[in-house]
T-cell receptor
Framework: QKEVEQNSGPLSVPEGAIASLNCTYS??????FFWYRQYSGKSPELIMS????GDKEDGRFTAQLNKASQYVSLLIRDSQPSDSATYLC?????????????FGSGTRLSIRP | DGGITQSPKYLFRKEGQNVTLSCEQN?????MYWYRQDPGQGLRLIYY???????QKGDIAEGYSVSREKKESFPLTVTSAQKNPTAFYLC???????????????FGAGSRLTVL
C-alpha cells in the first residue's frame, strides 16, 4: 500500500464544472495536508493547506479533511482551462523533531472547453 | 526577493561520475528537502533536514548523499551508486514553526540531470 494514494487520471472536466480530486493516506499520525499544482516542466506551487477536520475554502478551491477515514480532497469550482495541470497531494508525517513530507503520484486534470 | 536557488538547471553526466546539485535558500527556513521526479510521476523524497548538521533519509536515499553545514544550504550529491539517476530534482524548504503556514514547502526551479 502506498503511503499517499491518488488516482493518476487523466480527469477530464468541462469548463465551468466542479473538479473533484481525492487522496488517501496510510499514516494515522499525519498532521498536516497539502494540495500543490504543477504545470508541465515547472515546480509545484501550493494551492491549499489544511490542518484540521472539515472544510477549508479559498476562492474557487475547497479542501476537505477527514482524519478518521484518512481522506483529503480538493474541489475546484467553475473550472477554467488554466486549471489544467497535475495536482499533487502531500502529507506531513511528523517524525520526532523532523517533518517528513511525502507526496502522492499526482492526478492529471484536463479542463475541456 | 526571498526564495530558493537551485543550480545548475541542466546537467549532463557520464556514467560512473558523481555530481553535486546546489540548493540555497534565503527564507530563513529551518527545514530543507530533496525530491526526485520521474516523467509522469509524483515527487519521491530523497533526504530531509530539520536543523544544521542533522538530516534523515527519505524513501529513496540509496545512491545519494547530502550535507547541512549551513542553515541556508543543502547540497545533494548523486553518486555513481545511483543506478538510474536521470530525473528532475527539486529542492524545497519550509518553516518548521507551528501555526498557519507550518510545513508549507517553497520549491526551487529544479535541476534536470541526464546521464549519458
Amino acid at each position: 500500500q502506498k503511503e499517499v494514494e491518488q488516482n493518476s487520471g487523466p480527469l477530464s472536466v468541462p469548463e465551468g464544472a466542479i473538479a473533484s480530486l481525492n487522496c488517501t493516506y496510510s499514516d494515522r499520525g499525519s498532521q498536516s495536508f497539502f494540495w500543490y499544482r504543477q504545470y508541465s516542466g515547472k515546480s509545484p506551487e501550493l494551492i491549499m493547506s489544511i490542518y484540521s477536520n472539515g472544510d477549508k475554502e479559498d476562492g474557487r478551491f475547497t479542501a476537505q479533511l477527514n482524519k478518521a477515514s484518512q481522506y483529503v480532497s480538493l474541489l475546484i469550482r467553475d473550472s477554467q482551462p488554466s486549471d489544467s495541470a497535475t495536482y499533487l497531494c502531500a502529507v506531513n508525517q511528523k517524525r520526532s523533531s523532523a517533518s517528513k513530507i511525502i507526496f502522492g503520484s499526482g492526478t492529471r486534470l484536463s479542463i475541456r472547453p | 526577493d526571498g526564495g530558493i536557488t537551485q543550480s545548475p538547471k541542466y546537467l549532463f553526466r557520464k556514467e560512473g561520475q558523481n555530481v553535486t546539485l546546489s540548493c540555497e535558500q534565503n527564507l530563513n527556513h529551518d527545514a530543507m528537502y530533496w525530491y526526485r521526479q520521474d516523467p509522469g510521476q509524483g515527487l519521491r523524497l530523497i533526504y530531509y533536514s530539520q536543523i544544521v548538521n542533522d538530516f534523515q533519509k527519505g524513501d529513496i536515499a540509496e545512491g545519494y548523499s547530502v550535507s547541512r553545514e549551513k542553515k541556508e544550504s543543502f547540497p545533494l550529491t548523486v553518486t555513481s551508486a545511483q543506478k538510474n539517476p536521470t530525473a528532475f530534482y527539486l529542492c524545497a524548504s519550509a518553516s518548521g514553526t507551528g501555526g498557519a503556514g507550518a510545513n508549507v514547502l517553497t520549491f526551487g526551479a529544479g535541476s534536470r540531470l541526464t546521464v549519458l
